[in-house]
């Protein structure tokens, strides 16, 4: 049986971490609140966008997408895995890494044997593990948690946007944790580049007569890449999210094993207290009796 | 009639208004009470509106408007 003292130091230690783990709780809590409240905000801008993307676009031709909308074959990949900055977060970027190397082993072998597949990291767990990768990573954002607002994000969808363009690569996939609640989170592997055109659904178009100016075409290919970059940063807001829910979750989770733990601990320093105590009684009364016996 | 303008981060504003004026990319335009239907694409400069407590500005770099039934929605950049 450890000692006294082992056992003390030990129900400091693990006291100690609990604490730190309660807090780190507290904190993934209240900045969840604050992504979510974030993901809410963007919500109706999204939302108007698409619709009037849908009502713009039910007339004019798929090609009227312009080069976003050009489907060249899949011979040159550039997927963005989206993680954190830091860990403790349960399983949350090790999904993302595991999610790219399914997609590319699934889908992009081959390019990735020619060495055609790069990643551009958000966040620096999917960069360190991507940079151990001979020659996969690209370029990483990291900063860009600092201050999440679209301002900061569409640099970073306009470069890849003109990587496209430019015909650097024929492929662009996003790869993220989609918020569910705090303790759910779907990894999605969502192609962005190049665009599908919206569905036309013949049904959902509205009759009305709008005057469109300064054209249709001209309306599309400026919504085009506004719609893009609500699409990364709908990704990003859901990763930030997701992230602070899987801390969320893993601390709690954590929190409750090291009270369980401390549970432990505290018994087994009591019994051996007791054992002590009993011991030096004995001790105490045998000593008595031999001198009553002298 | 209604008016909207909306930020991918936040709502600018929202509330009664009697005139709107946007930046058009092919020139400002005014829109009044009753316009028609109109989709137009807006260039970098001011939104400018009226209401009932005076003028209001906002500084756009772009964006698009949508003007449907005396309800007015601006997607800024």
């Known amino acids: 049986m450890a000692s006294l003292k082992e056992v003390r130091n030990r129900i400091g230690s693990v006291n100690s971490t609990q604490q730190i783990t309660k807090a780190m709780k507290m904190v993934a809590a209240a900045k969840l609140r604050r992504a979510q409240d974030a993901i809410v905000r963007m919500r109706p801008y999204a939302e108007k966008l698409r619709e009037i993307l849908v009502n713009v676009s039910g007339n004019v031709d798929a090609a009227e997408g312009g080069a976003y909308a050009k489907v060249r074959p899949a011979g040159k990949i550039l997927m963005v895995p989206m993680s954190s900055n830091r860990g403790l977060a349960g399983a949350f970027n090790a999904t993302i890494t595991r999610a790219v190397n399914r997609e590319i082993r699934e889908n992009y072998a081959e390019q990735a044997a020619a060495g055609n597949v790069h990643v551009i990291c958000v966040g620096k767990k999917a960069a360190d593990y991507f940079r151990k990768q001979k020659g996969m990573l690209l370029r990483e954002h990291n900063d860009v948690y600092d201050q999440l607002d679209f301002e900061h994000t569409a640099p970073i969808v306009e470069q890849i946007m003109q990587e496209f363009l430019d015909g650097k690569y024929d492929r662009v996939i996003l790869v993220y944790n989609q918020f569910k609640n705090a303790a759910v989170q779907y990894v999605q592997v969502e192609p962005m580049l190049p665009i599908t055109p919206p569905e036309k659904t013949e049904e959902k178009q509205s009759n009305i007569d709008y005057i469109f100016e300064p054209g249709k075409g001209a309306i599309v290919r400026d919504l085009i890449p506004k719609s893009l970059k609500i699409q990364f940063y709908k990704a990003l807001l859901d990763s930030f999210a997701s992230e602070h829910g899987a801390r969320m979750t893993a601390m709690s989770k954590a929190t409750d094993n090291a009270g369980e733990l401390l549970r432990e601990l505290r018994l087994q320093y009591n019994k051996a207290r007791q054992a002590a105590i009993t011991n030096e009684i004995l001790e105490i009364v045998s000593g008595a009796e031999a001198l009553k016996g002298g | ?77």
């Open chain 2, 1 to 77: 009639m209604q008016f909207e303008i909306l930020t991918p981060d936040k709502q600018l504003f929202a509330g009664e208004v009697s005139s709107v004026h946007v930046p058009g990319t092919k020139g400002i335009f005014q829109v009044l009470n009753n316009h028609a239907p109109i989709i137009s694409s807006l260039g970098k400069g001011m939104v400018r509106i009226k209401t009932s407590e005076g003028e209001k500005t906002f500084e756009i770099n772009g964006g698009v408007v949508e003007v449907l039934k005396n309800k007015i929605i601006v997607l800024a950049d």
